[in-house]
Nanobody, 126 residues
């Protein structure tokens, strides 16, 4: 079964860290662009970060740049979003998304991605 499954959300103290995981099954994350989006209740889905078809190109929205890190462990077929110095300004559900790589870059439009996970609750202040 082709799917993405997110995990890792939960309670954390302000200023703390949390790592979200996105496990792929039924296909490989090689040659893919991967993105993390978040959606707060009543708000539009917004891109948080993405990475292109290699381990070199990444993009972050301004509010998280320098604090969040996106990565892909191809051996584990899992993508991660490391979130440090959490401010809880963008809570809600975090979703990972996949699409075939298009060159070296990634994109931050939700319509650019073909496969989505169910989402995991983002950081919640403890």
């Amino acid at each position: 079964q082709v799917q993405l499954v997110e995990s890792g959300g939960g309670m954390v103290q302000p200023g703390g860290s949390l790592r979200l995981s996105c496990a792929a099954s039924g296909f490989n994350l090689d040659a893919a662009k991967i993105a993390w989006f978040r959606q707060a209740p009543g708000k539009e889905r917004e891109a948080v970060s993405c990475t292109g078809g290699n381990d070199y190109y990444t993009w972050y929205r301004d509010s998280v740049r320098g604090r969040f890190t996106i990565s892909v462990d191809k051996a584990r077929n899992t993508a991660f979003l490391q979130m440090n110095s959490l401010k809880f300004e963008g809570t809600g559900v975090y979703l990972c998304a996949w699409a075939p790589a298009e060159g070296l870059v990634c994109s931050y439009g939700s319509s650019d991605y073909d496969l989505w996970g169910q989402g995991t609750q983002g950081p919640v202040p403890s």
